[in-house]
């Protein structure tokens, strides 16, 4: 098979690692000033039940996106075929069938989603949006060839571009003419230009739409089980939306997920960081004996576990602030949720940090288990909490999902002779201790405790 070169010179796993993180966390940086500064424009020239439509929106877009999903970014990433032209092609070939076939399923389920929770505008909002999936079949394989090197600094370039012209175009259209096509808008110019721009980059891969048998095989050997895993994260992930989507009101429910977005911010420099660089590094390591990879995951995690601890604990404690700050008065009730979901934080930074090893080494399903567990856990305590505390009750459960699926990925390591629980139970602690005394200092400052505003 013929394969395609790396495209970065020859360095250290660690090297690449570290050059990566720094872009990761520098496009991260950037994209979300980007977003904040974009969304509070856009919160004042749009209200607030808007936000709430196009949030129920995105989710169905994204759970019909994950539902179709079959690990192809792990593939190339990892696989030692991954880079071989016949897998690049079937990849290429199989994006785009999956682009038109979702386009058309975006317009099947329309209507029932919009019956469903009684808003006949998510009839013709979701199918505009999952048009642009057509686009984003076509994407080129390029962005995954560069992830499996590291190369992260292009990826990078490319994500601030397309969110800076999304934003753009998102202002100057509800200026114009403020509703939900400038919403609309900002998602057709997002995938265009990531299309366009991807096909531009370094190395230029030609694409043949080829079903090569072999490499069909693979795609399904691998790829089933992170399909599956991929269908329970997006349940796990937008669960407490659609729940929500019948509990609250568009409004409430579009300050819910302003503080989430908020709260949200570290896991996906996670993920980035995950994606980017923690994956294709235990990738890199995966051929190595189970106790050295042991150790060589341990080193690696505390930076990582470091920086997740450290906004924990600025969002715990000042995230009320900065909502005020930030947002007006219609916006206030943020306040009090950002510091709660803040705490739930931590443990998908645990898990998030080593889970990519168990996918490294060949064993994605207790992804699909921790999924699972975390579905059990929101579709259950949701409308208990809901019942119990009202709108904080609900939210105080979205805060502590994520330590069900703390277990399943615990037991996985520990199956694969992979486990860290002793560099868990450190870092938890310090956390804890250190959460515990700034708590403490706020309060005796004459601030209160940042959880005060929630009514229960």
């Not at 032209?85 to 919009?114: C, D, K, S, Y």
């Amino acid at each position: 098979m013929a394969t395609f070169a790396q495209s970065t010179p020859p360095s250290s796993v660690r090297q690449l690692a570290v050059r990566g993180a720094a872009w990761t966390v520098v496009g991260f940086g950037g994209a979300q000033v980007l977003r904040f500064a974009f969304n509070l424009v856009l919160t004042r020239l749009l209200f607030p039940e808007l936000f709430g439509l196009m949030a129920l929106a995105f989710t169905v877009n994204a759970g019909v996106n994950l539902f179709s999903e079959f690990g192809t970014a792990a593939i190339v990433v990892s696989d030692p075929r991954g880079a071989d032209r016949e897998v690049l092609n079937a990849v290429w070939a199989v994006q785009i069938v999956r682009g038109f076939v979702l386009a058309a399923f975006f317009f099947l389920i329309a209507p029932p989603v919009a019956a469903f929770y009684r808003d006949p505008r998510l009839g013709w909002v979701i199918p505009c949006i999952g048009l642009t999936s057509i686009p984003a079949g076509f994407n080129a394989t390029t962005l995954f060839v560069l992830r499996r090197h590291m190369n992260v600094k292009q990826l990078v370039v490319l994500e601030l571009g397309a969110q800076g012209l999304s934003g753009a175009t998102m202002i100057v259209w509800a200026w114009i003419s403020p509703g939900i096509p400038a919403l609309i808008a900002g998602a057709f110019v997002s995938a265009f230009v990531r299309l366009i721009w991807g096909h531009l980059l370094t190395p230029r891969i030609p694409h043949r739409m080829v079903f090569d048998r072999d490499a069909l095989r693979l795609l399904y050997r691998f790829g089933r089980w992170l399909w599956f895993a991929a269908i329970l994260g997006y349940l796990a992930s937008q669960m407490d939306r659609l729940i929500l989507g019948k509990l609250l009101t568009l409004g409430m429910l579009g300050i819910y997920g302003i503080a989430l977005a908020i709260s949200e911010l570290p896991r996906s420099l996670l993920m980035a960081l995950s994606s980017y660089v923690i994956f294709p590094a235990y990738s890199r390591w995966a051929p190595s004996p189970r106790a050295e990879l042991q150790r060589k995951i341990a080193r690696f995690r505390w930076p990582f576990l470091a920086v997740a601890g450290s906004v924990v604990l600025v969002l715990t404690v000042g995230g009320d602030a900065a909502i005020r700050v930030l947002y007006d008065r219609r916006y206030a009730p943020a306040g009090w949720m950002l510091p709660l979901l803040a705490l739930g934080i931590w443990p998908s930074a645990l898990y998030q940090t080593i889970e990519g090893a168990l996918v490294a080494v060949g064993q994605p399903r207790y992804g699909a288990f921790a999924n699972l567990a975390k579905i059990v856990f929101t579709a259950a305590g949701i409308p208990l909490g809901f019942a119990w505390g009202g709108v904080a009750g609900a939210v105080v459960v979205v805060a502590l999902n994520d330590l069900p699926a703390y277990g399943p990925i615990g037991y996985g390591l520990w199956r694969e002779k992979l486990n860290n629980f002793g560099q868990d139970l450190i870092a938890t602690l310090v956390l804890m201790a250190v959460l515990f005394a700034l708590l403490l200092a706020r309060a005796a400052l004459g601030f209160g405790f940042p959880f005060q505003g929630a009514s229960w």
